[in-house]
């Protein structure tokens, strides 16, 4: 026995026609490939994401003439104006490591231990802290 | 190796059913003979070549020419897709009893007894072979590719494929004379 030319005989072998063709085309036309999906569909959804913001963003422009409601900047401005800073500095306390007695912040310059203030006392809390840190 | 292929590849790569088309058409009889030597039966072969090429079909986008040919990405999905054949049957590789089917499609083969008895029995004894041993033999003396291609193809080096195609050989001529 020629063992390599036995071997060499197998080339001969081929696949059934019938198969080959039916395979084909199930391989071609059978499934959609995912990268297709992924090609076509994905571009189209942000596409059409980005249109509808687009839509949402010139609506809202359009109904409120600009200024969305409830975030009109003069209305902000003066509700701001309006606010009666209150600094409430109260529970202040403060231990000494050395001899356990317990210093409040009137103790150092008089400063109040509760304080009521708006910015125009900035003074006050400026002196206050300038006392504190020493 | 197809005339061209590199430009092929690029536009099956593209999505052009074309293009996979011819890559298709050359490659799958050398497929579908490496499945069925492996196998031994006509339908099961048919089954996983037709997978070998769905695989290839779907992953195409993906695929990356890393120097190696276009053969050795078919033909290492043909090979996974024969490992899970066996491990899903858990077959312990049964030999077709009778006359082979394998044959009955095959054009050109010498109508002689002795012959075919011969090619029987190689074909019996090479389904028993190491799988590895399968695929050098295939490669090298049933598709008679080159030691390079063959090299590629089996990812290992040209010596290495020498090596193991001298032992499967050998492996093979065991084989065929205890029988």
């Known amino acids: 026995m020629n063992l390599l030319e036995n071997l060499k005989q197998f080339k001969n072998i081929h696949p059934d026609s019938g198969f080959s063709a039916d395979s084909r085309r199930r391989v071609l036309g059978g499934r959609i490939r995912m990268q297709d999906i992924l090609r076509t569909n994905v571009p189209m959804a942000f596409a059409t994401l980005a249109l509808g913001l687009l839509f949402v963003f010139a609506g809202t422009r359009f109904f409120t003439g600009g200024q969305v409601a409830g975030i009109d900047p003069r209305s902000l401005r003066a509700e701001a104006q309006a606010i009666d800073i209150q600094i409430q500095l109260t529970d202040l306390k403060y231990s000494s490591p050395d001899n356990g007695n317990e210093t409040t912040p009137a103790n150092v310059h008089g400063v109040k231990s509760s304080m009521s203030t708006d910015f125009s006392g900035g003074d006050e809390i400026d002196s206050a802290l300038e006392a504190l840190s020493e | ?179």
């Open chain 2, 1 to 179: 190796m197809l005339e061209g292929e590199g430009q092929i590849i690029r536009r099956a790569k593209d999505g052009e059913k074309d293009a996979f088309g011819l890559l298709y058409d050359h490659y799958q009889p050398q497929i579908y003979r490496f499945v069925l030597l492996k196998i031994g039966e006509k339908a099961e072969a048919e089954d996983i070549t037709h997978q070998v090429f769905l695989r290839a079909y779907e992953k195409m986008g993906g695929y990356a020419d890393e120097g190696h040919p276009f053969s050795s990405w078919l033909y290492e999905i043909a090979r996974n897709r024969v490992t899970d054949h066996y491990r899903a049957a858990k077959a312990d590789f049964p030999l077709p009893d009778g006359e082979s089917e394998i044959f009955a499609v095959s054009a050109g083969l010498p109508d002689m007894v002795d012959e075919h008895f011969d090619m029987e029995k190689v074909r019996g004894a090479l389904l028993t072979l190491r799988p590895e041993y399968q695929d050098v033999i295939i490669m090298r003396f049933v598709e008679e590719l080159s030691l390079q291609e063959a090299a590629d193809n089996l990812g290992k080096s040209v010596g290495a494929v020498k090596l193991l195609q001298y032992r499967a050989i050998q492996a093979l001529r065991n084989i065929i004379d205890l029988s």
